[in-house]
């Protein structure tokens, strides 16, 4: 079965950065598949930030982060990373990773799996 797990987050201050991983097991060999990266900040419904398909490697991001935070991943390990630079404190939520099972897509509905998620906490 697939498992994720989340890392990375912590507490920084406003235009710093941190690097988030997402460690798979379990994944497909060979096949395509979304990773995509969703947060939720109190208060807020959980909203997408970016995604990376594993074959096509086509990476997606929302509006409010691009040009900030940079996605990618290493299908050997298993791995997907996601760059945040210069934070700002609306960044701050819990980041969570999850598993489409076919490619990415904007809707947290269509992932089947999901890391326990990191926390991401950015101060002015």
């Known amino acids: 079965e697939v498992q994720l797990q989340a890392s990375g987050g912590g507490l920084v201050q406003a235009g710093g950065s941190l690097r988030l991983s997402c460690q798979g097991s379990?994944?497909?060999?060979?096949?395509?598949?979304?990773i995509g990266w969703f947060r939720q900040a109190p208060g807020k419904d959980r909203e997408g930030v970016s995604c990376?398909?594993?074959?096509?490697?086509?990476?997606y991001y929302a509006d409010s982060v691009k040009g900030r935070f940079t996605i990618s991943s290493d299908n050997a390990k298993n791995m997907v990373y996601l760059q945040l630079n210069n934070l700002k404190p609306d960044d701050t939520a819990v980041y969570y990773c999850?598993?489409?099972?076919?490619?990415?897509?904007?809707?947290?509905?269509?992932?089947?799996?999901w890391g326990q998620g990191t926390q991401v906490t950015v101060s002015s």
């Open positions: 379990g994944l497909p060999f060979d096949e395509q598949y979304g």
């Open positions: 990376i398909n594993s074959i096509d490697g086509s990476t």
């Open positions: 999850g598993y489409e099972t076919h490619f990415c897509s904007w809707s947290l509905l269509s992932y089947e799996y």
